[in-house]
């Protein structure tokens, strides 16, 4: 079992610059970046992106599930803007 | 992943339109997320095929390598790899899911 705090770490490690949240059981996770790295890149390549960074975690399955949410700063402040 | 599994999987996507890599079968899918992913489809009212990676275990893992993407499901339209169940959910409140199966079944 991993708690949320160190998936958020191993995502960070990869993506310094970006905000990330992330919430879940100790199997299961959903997580949500918003970073400049994803400008210009299809959700595919940033979720694959991400996966990259967390990829021994999920090989092992001692992650189980991470749900993705991807944002570029610009597309995150459209979506902010509706929450 | 060996050269045979690949070729295998390749077929597989190639002769598709929609294809979907997922736990479990369309009538008792195994996984919630595989399971989102089989209902977004039965909405669309679209013809589309499944692979039980559950029941063929090589491809279960060699899916993950053949599209870089380490979970299930996984959807093919028209021999791409569009994304998981999360991707899906989001093409599918935009709109553009709907359109990528049309284009695909009339082609």
């Avoid at chain 1, 990869?14 to 970046?33: K, L, N, R």
């Avoid at chain 2, 989102?36 to 909405?43: A, D």
């Avoid at chain 2, 093919?76 to 079944?105: C, H, K, T």
């Amino acid at each position: 079992m991993i708690n949320p705090q160190q998936v958020k770490t191993m995502i960070q490690e990869q993506f310094p610059e970006a905000q990330v949240e992330v919430a879940g059981d100790g199997e299961h996770f959903e997580a949500v970046i918003v970073s400049p790295k994803f400008e210009g890149k299809s959700k595919v390549k940033q979720h694959q992106m991400v996966y990259a960074a967390v990829n021994d975690a999920m090989a092992s399955e001692v992650i189980h599930a991470l749900s993705l949410k991807t944002y570029t700063p610009e597309a995150w402040q459209t979506v902010a803007g509706k929450i | 992943m060996t050269p045979e599994l690949k070729a295998k999987i390749e077929k597989l996507v190639q002769e598709n339109k929609i294809l979907v890599f997922m736990k479990g079968s369309k009538l008792m899918p195994q996984c919630g997320f595989s399971n989102n992913v089989v209902q977004i489809l039965n909405t669309l009212g679209v013809p589309y095929e499944t692979v039980d990676v559950l029941a063929e275990l090589d491809i279960r893992q060699g899916i993950k390598e053949y599209s870089n993407w380490p979970t299930i499901p996984q959807i093919y339209i028209n021999g791409e790899f569009i994304g998981g169940s999360d991707i899906a959910i989001e093409l599918y409140q935009s709109g553009e899911l709907q359109q990528m199966v049309e284009v695909a079944l009339a082609s």
